[in-house]
């Protein structure tokens, strides 16, 4: 048999060599099947040759080249959706040759003989033929199968499988490696499906610190997809290569499952609670699984990544894929010099004369030309690099804020809107100067040469040279240059707070698990600026729906496949109203925090076609442009019926709560608290808004100076609350985090959090890695408690 014109070639034909053959994931199952002891599912790949006589049997290669000619710019999501999907239509429209299905239709039946069963149920995966290369990390651009039964549905998923080869993101990401898109022909590999009763991932290098001298494993009940899209919190264990020691666990609590019903079909079920705590596989399977990975790395010679499922009907380990890890394999790259450029030409003095003082709400150094702005009419007028002097920010001040070199505001507090911003951006902030000194836009002169030490809560006269030099010497400060800090592997998952689409690209090599949080807002007064209700008016409702779904595109890209949390517009009214056309259609509230926001807003007759418009935007993203990374989250929702309308509409319009796409809700209201077990029924878990929780709870405005020393989150009430919604969470399933600003600025807070069994903390960009590291001791030491069976009481009382 010529290999090389074959339409099909079985795992054990093939080698690691075959990439050009049959792809890198169908080479590698194929490498692992002949050349290794490792245990793999059986199965055969069709070829890199079968896709080019499909495409050339049916002309598709000249219309697909055609239809290239109008992808212009791969930058513009509108044109890269309508050119894919025109092409992919053209995929599926077109009939299979008769010879390339009657080889795919014999080697499924011969498939069943040999494992001694009928039309058995198989995976069918893609393989690009650029994929798992070291240069070119394509794996899950393309889709895969899982549970296809029978010959015709085989061959059916062989040819979606050809189609998604030009998913919006397989040809963004070709397109940005340089490859040409008619050069990468796709496999198919059709495997037999594991009816997997514990499953997840393995690795043979620490992907957060880079050390080679362990083994990570994580699983949880089920199939290996909830593990992949963190929907649940896997067992973690630790082994090291030289003695296949287990040298660390943690088991976590794994509420729900997704299983595989005899009909092919997944469901979620819930774990029964006797075994949620239960380790999903065994010391002596941690082990075995350990010695497997051990002899795929010392065979292929590099780091690997892995899946693995655990048959429930013999108990048997299988390796479901393998393939080159492509993080660490980078990390040697010549690394450019950065620049000591320090954008300051004015003269320095080394003096340093207090202008005003505040609270540091961002830290940092900056230098610069103070820019006074009281009328947010003028904030046009602000440019790159000057520091911005104002009295307090809002959501429309964020094109400006992204220009800004440091932040200085009269009113604030740690929660209010210019520190949760700056810290998001990274820049230098001090709030609160009226309740420390004197008022910043009083006393700054517009301007003014001034230096900003935010570490401190400064101000002081003219470029203070031993502030800025050290400042300017030190290396850049990159998401890079962060993310090759040590960060252990945390049992809690560690989300990130996000509302800028365009820093998804830097921040999301951070060694975070997702992004517990994206606000929508950002997006609004970044890219939109016009009032939705006034869009739909003069005729133009598709710029919401575009211009939201980019935005959410480029976090859910950058982040893929970690989840994307996304919270729906909760704009207040007097914030609504700036944007423009929105007088019209916004009341005037005497006190927009606690009116007309959130959820409130969604089925109101009067907004509803609104809110519409974000629904479709969210399945643009899923649906068209294939991140099923994306959920969503309901703010300020303070009845069950308004959970339950709001989650019936969401229905009726297209997104369905289900296994691969999650509602959540924001937990900031005491209702949501005292109502846990009603609101459980129509969500899939919570995130705490500790800043309008503890507000509400202690009744303390959030935003008002006289009253800040009372806002505390570490409030016993608040604990309390707070400690009350995971035990009824958890009673029903359901998953608990929290996305406020305390775990970014209180670590004795962390810990409660972590005791109390919280499922997942999200803080801001700049706390990622200090949070892992806080987390991961708290987890020690409650692990080595409960081994040496001491315990440590709790200080405070929290029963309510």
């Known amino acids: 048999m010529d290999r090389d ?16 053959l049959v792809g890198g994931k169908s080479s590698s199952l194929g490498e692992l099947t002949s050349q290794t002891k490792v245990p793999v599912p059986y199965g055969f790949a069709t070829t890199a040759e079968g896709y080019r006589h499909f495409m050339h049997a049916t002309g598709l290669d000249v219309t697909i080249k055609e239809l290239l000619k109008g992808l212009t710019d791969v930058e513009d999501p509108v044109q890269l959706r309508d050119v894919t999907a025109s092409i992919r239509k053209a995929i599926c429209d077109a009939d299979m040759p008769q010879d390339l299905a009657d080889s795919i239709r014999s080697s499924y039946e011969e498939l069943g003989r040999k494992m001694g069963e009928t039309d058995p149920f198989v995976a069918v995966r893609s393989s690009a033929t650029a994929e798992d290369l070291p240069d070119a990390s394509f794996a899950g651009q393309q889709d895969t199968y899982l549970n296809v039964k029978g010959a015709d549905m085989v061959i059916q998923k062989v040819k979606e499988c050809y189609a998604s080869t030009f998913t919006d993101r397989a040809t963004y990401y070709r397109t940005k490696q340089g490859f040409d898109h008619l050069s990468v022909a796709l496999s198919a590999a059709v495997q037999m499906m594991v009816f997997s009763k514990a499953a997840g991932v393995m690795f043979t290098v620490d992907l957060v610190t880079g050390d080679d001298s362990t083994i990570t494993i994580e699983g949880a009940w089920g199939l290996g997809e909830y593990v992949v899209q963190g929907t649940v919190t896997p067992d973690n264990f630790r082994v090291r290569k030289d003695d296949l020691a287990i040298i660390s666990k943690m088991i976590n609590t794994k509420p729900i499952k997704l299983v595989r019903k005899d009909t092919g079909d997944v469901e979620e079920q819930a774990v029964p609670e006797d075994q949620q705590k239960q380790p999903a596989i065994t010391d002596d399977q941690v082990k075995e699984l350990a010695g497997y990975a051990k002899a795929i790395e010392k065979h292929y010679g590099c780091y690997m990544d892995m899946e693995w499922g655990v048959d429930e009907r013999t108990n048997k380990i299988w390796l479901l894929q393998a393939r080159p890890e492509t993080v ?6 010549e690394k450019k010099p950065a620049s000591a450029e320090s954008g300051v030409s004015a003269a320095m003095t080394k003096d340093r004369v207090t202008i005003v003082k505040g609270l540091p709400a961002s830290p940092g150094h900056a230098a610069g030309k103070a820019h006074v702005i009281l009328d947010p009419s003028k904030i046009e007028e602000f440019k790159d690099g000057e520091i911005l002097v104002t009295t307090m920010t809002a959501p429309d001040w964020v094109p400006a804020m992204k220009k800004a070199k440091a932040i200085v505001t009269d009113a604030g507090g740690m929660t209010c809107h210019a520190s949760i911003v700056s810290r998001e951006l990274g820049i230098p ?13 009083t006393t700054i002169q517009d301007g003014q040469d001034i230096t900003v030490d935010a570490t401190n809560g400064i101000v002081y006269e003219g470029i203070v040279e031993d502030i800025v030099k050290p400042a300017a010497a030190a290396p850049a400060a990159t998401a890079a240059t962060v993310v090759a800090e040590t960060a252990p592997i945390t049992g809690t998952k560690i989300y990130m707070n996000l509302g800028n689409p365009d820093l998804a690209e830097k921040y999301g090599v951070l060694p975070c698990d997702g992004i517990g949080l994206m606000r929508e807002e950002f997006i609004w007064t970044t890219f939109i600026h016009e009032h939705p209700l006034y869009l739909i008016e003069i005729g133009h409702p598709e710029r919401v729906v575009d211009q939201l779904a980019d935005g959410m595109r480029k976090v859910c890209q950058a982040l893929a496949p970690r989840p994307v949390t996304l919270r729906f517009s909760d704009f207040k009214s007097s914030e609504y109203r700036n944007l423009k056309g929105g007088d019209k259609y916004e009341p005037q509230e005497s006190s927009a925090l606690l009116g007309w926001r959130g959820a409130s807003r969604y089925y109101d007759p009067k907004y509803i076609e609104a809110f519409k418009l974000e629904i479709k935007a969210v399945r643009k993203v899923r649906e068209e442009f294939g991140f099923k990374n994306l959920n969503v989250m309901i703010p300020f929702c303070r009845r069950v019926d308004e959970m339950e309308k709001i989650v019936n509409l969401m229905a009726q319009e297209g997104l369905h709560r289900g296994p691969d796409f999650k509602v959540w809700l924001m937990a900031e209201i005491p209702s949501n608290i005292i109502l846990a077990d009603q609101f459980n029924k129509f969500v899939d878990g919570y995130s705490i808004g500790s800043n309008d929780l503890t507000m509400l709870i202690m009744g303390c405005d959030r935003d008002n100076d006289t009253v800040a020393p009372l806002f505390d989150e570490r409030n016993l009430a608040v604990k309390r609350a707070i400690r009350h919604l995971i035990s009824v969470a958890h009673k029903d399933g359901k998953t608990v985090s929290i996305c ?41 030491r409650i692990l080595m408690d409960s081994l040496t069976g001491k315990g440590r009481a709790d200080t405070e009382d929290y029963t309510w």
Do not use: H, M
Request: glycine letters at 4%; proline letters at 4%; one cysteine or more.
């Open 429 to 441: 902030c001090i709030v609160g100067t009226k309740s420390r000194s004197q008022e910043a836009t």
């Open 740 to 780: 406020g600003q305390a775990p970014s600025v209180y670590p004795d807070f962390t810990e409660f959090l972590v005791k109390s069994g919280i499922d997942s903390v999200s803080v801001n960009p700049d706390a990622v890695i200090a949070t892992k590291k806080n987390v991961a001791q708290i987890e020690q």
């Open 5 to 20: 014109k074959a339409f099909v070639l079985w795992f054990d034909e093939l080698r690691r060599a075959d990439v050009a």
């Open 328 to 333: 660490w394999s980078k990390k040697n790259k």
